[in-house]
Every structure is written in structure tokens, then in C-alpha cells.
């Protein structure tokens, strides 16, 4: 059993790290909703205090101001019957901050270590029985290193552009394929490249690639380690 957890709890924490458009999200929830788990959206953290910041006119480089935003959020993850709504400051941001314009800014406040560290503490608050499947870059390296399962999920550049094209086509969006795959590896670079927490899976990780599996591929294979590792979940 893991020991990760806020207040001394002992709580079991699954990782789930990678790059974007690897499928961590649809895996994590699908895992999480499976073990009846709690689910952190860690990169939704960063969005909204992108988002936030924007509609405030701050300028996303502006460090102490940015982190001030994270720390104040007012945010509320409200489950309805199309899934998880973010409400902020009362308004539901649940689709602007999907947008591929929301992601970059993101990753943008999610270089700066005082917009991190303000995020820590909301983030561990997740850590509540029975358990928690954790998602996002560091969840493994910074914020759960103590997980008792941390899973690399990764895919090749052209595969995981090919699955967000689609995501954003079926939502009716507007998309180049190019301008995604782009978009990708330059998002890829600043999140693997930064000083802070950088994307990398951390020795004690399994590395799972999904270029070649579909979702159900994944979930099943995450799923053995999970039995072998929390016998009890
Ligand atoms: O997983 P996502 O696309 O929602 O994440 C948006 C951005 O947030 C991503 O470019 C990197 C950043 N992020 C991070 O730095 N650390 C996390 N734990 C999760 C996301």
C-alpha cells in the first residue's frame, strides 16, 4: 500500500505522467472510475490559472502575479451528466479552457516554479480514501513521489496529433493537422525542457507506449499493474 497522501493518511496514488495526446486523460478516468477513485486533472489546474490570469488582463510571464491567481482560484469540479464541469468564480470555464489556445497558455504558466508551488498543496488535497489516479507531467516526480504505481504514458508525436485532431474535429472545431503536430512538439519541448519539474518519467516509472494500442489496450494493460501492485483496490 502507498503512504502518499495530506494529513498522514495512508492512501493509494496511481501516476499517471506523460506527454499530451498520449490518452492519459480517458485512461485515468476510465481507471479511476473502474477502482471508484478519486480523479486529478492536474493540467486543468493550469489551465484555469491561465485562463484566469488572461481575464484579468495579467500578463502570463508575470510570475508573482500569475501565482497570486493560482493560489486565489475559486474553483469548483462539479460532476453532471456530461461529465466533470469547472466552475470558476461561479461561471463554467469547462470548455474555454479545452481550447489548444488555453493549452498553450498553460504550458506557459506552468514553466514558473512560485505558479507551481501554489499549486502543490491543492493538488495533494485530492490524495482522499480509497485512492487516487493522479494526471498530468510531475504527478510521479514532485507531487506524488511517494505513488505506489507510476505509469510513463507516451505515444509517438504523429499518433498523439492524429487523436487530438480527431478529439477537436468530433467537437466541430476547426483544426490543421500540421498546425497541431507543430504545436505538439513545440508544447513537448517547453514542458520537457523547463527547469521546473520537467516532463520526464522518473526511474522507478513503467513506461507504457500507446502509439500501436487503442484505449482499451491501455486501460487493460494499467489494470494488471494496478491488481499487482494494490491487491486490495
Ligand atoms: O494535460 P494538459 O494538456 O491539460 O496540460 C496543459 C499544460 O499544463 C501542459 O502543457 C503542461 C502543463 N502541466 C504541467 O506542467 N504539469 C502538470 N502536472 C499538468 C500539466
Same mark, same amino acid.
Given at each position: 500500500?502507498?503512504?502518499? +497522501?495530506? !494529513?498522514?493518511?495512508?492512501?493509494?496514488? /496511481?501516476?499517471? *505522467?506523460?506527454?499530451? +495526446? #498520449?490518452?492519459? @486523460?480517458?485512461?485515468?478516468?476510465?481507471?479511476? *472510475?473502474? /477502482? +471508484?477513485?478519486?480523479?486529478?486533472?492536474?493540467?486543468?489546474?493550469?489551465?484555469?490559472?491561465?485562463?484566469?490570469?488572461?481575464?484579468?488582463?495579467?500578463?502570463?510571464?508575470?510570475?508573482?502575479?500569475?501565482?497570486?491567481?493560482?493560489?486565489? /482560484?475559486?474553483?469548483?469540479?462539479?460532476? &453532471?451528466?456530461?461529465?466533470?464541469?469547472?466552475?470558476?468564480?461561479?461561471?463554467?470555464?469547462?470548455?474555454?479552457? !479545452?481550447?489548444?489556445?488555453?493549452?498553450? %497558455?498553460? &504550458?506557459?504558466? #506552468?514553466?514558473?516554479?512560485?505558479?507551481? =508551488? #501554489?499549486?502543490?498543496?491543492?493538488?495533494?488535497?485530492? #490524495?482522499?480514501?480509497?485512492?487516487?489516479?493522479?494526471?498530468?507531467?510531475?504527478? @510521479? %516526480?514532485?507531487?506524488?513521489? *511517494?505513488? @505506489?504505481?507510476?505509469?510513463?504514458?507516451?505515444?509517438?508525436?504523429?499518433?498523439?496529433? !492524429?487523436?487530438?485532431?480527431?478529439?477537436?474535429?468530433?467537437?466541430?472545431?476547426?483544426?490543421?493537422?500540421?498546425?497541431?503536430?507543430?504545436?505538439?512538439?513545440?508544447? *513537448?519541448?517547453?514542458?520537457?525542457?523547463?527547469?521546473?519539474?520537467?516532463?520526464?518519467?522518473?526511474?522507478?516509472?513503467?513506461?507504457?507506449? %500507446?502509439?500501436?494500442?487503442?484505449?482499451?489496450?491501455?486501460? =487493460?494493460?494499467?489494470?494488471?499493474?494496478?491488481?499487482?501492485?494494490?491487491?486490495?483496490?
Amino acid at each position: 500500500m502507498t503512504d502518499t +497522501g495530506n !494529513r498522514g493518511t495512508p492512501v493509494p496514488v /496511481l501516476a499517471v *505522467d506523460g506527454p499530451g +495526446g #498520449a490518452g492519459k @486523460g480517458t485512461v485515468a478516468k476510465e481507471v479511476a *472510475d473502474r /477502482l +471508484g477513485w478519486h480523479l486529478l486533472d492536474s493540467g486543468s489546474l493550469y489551465r484555469i490559472t491561465a485562463y484566469a490570469a488572461l481575464q484579468q488582463d495579467i500578463n502570463l510571464e508575470s510570475s508573482q502575479d500569475v501565482a497570486a491567481i493560482a493560489r486565489e /482560484l475559486d474553483v469548483q469540479f462539479v460532476q &453532471s451528466d456530461s461529465g466533470v464541469r469547472v466552475i470558476l468564480s461561479g461561471s463554467d470555464v469547462s470548455d474555454a479552457i !479545452r481550447t489548444e489556445e488555453a493549452g498553450r %497558455s498553460a &504550458s506557459i504558466v #506552468a514553466r514558473d516554479s512560485a505558479v507551481r =508551488d #501554489a499549486l502543490i498543496d491543492r493538488q495533494r488535497a485530492f #490524495a482522499e480514501p480509497p485512492g487516487l489516479v493522479a494526471d498530468g507531467r510531475d504527478m @510521479g %516526480s514532485v507531487v506524488f513521489p *511517494d505513488a @505506489g504505481l507510476k505509469i510513463f504514458l507516451t505515444a509517438s508525436v504523429a499518433e498523439r496529433a !492524429r487523436r487530438r485532431y480527431k478529439q477537436l474535429k468530433d467537437k466541430g472545431m476547426d483544426v490543421s493537422l500540421p498546425a497541431l503536430s507543430r504545436d505538439m512538439e513545440e508544447r *513537448d519541448r517547453r514542458d520537457s525542457e523547463r527547469a521546473v519539474a520537467p516532463l520526464r518519467a522518473t526511474d522507478d516509472a513503467r513506461v507504457l507506449d %500507446s502509439t500501436n494500442l487503442d484505449i482499451q489496450g491501455v486501460v =487493460d494493460q494499467v489494470m494488471l499493474w494496478v491488481a499487482e501492485v494494490f491487491p486490495n483496490a
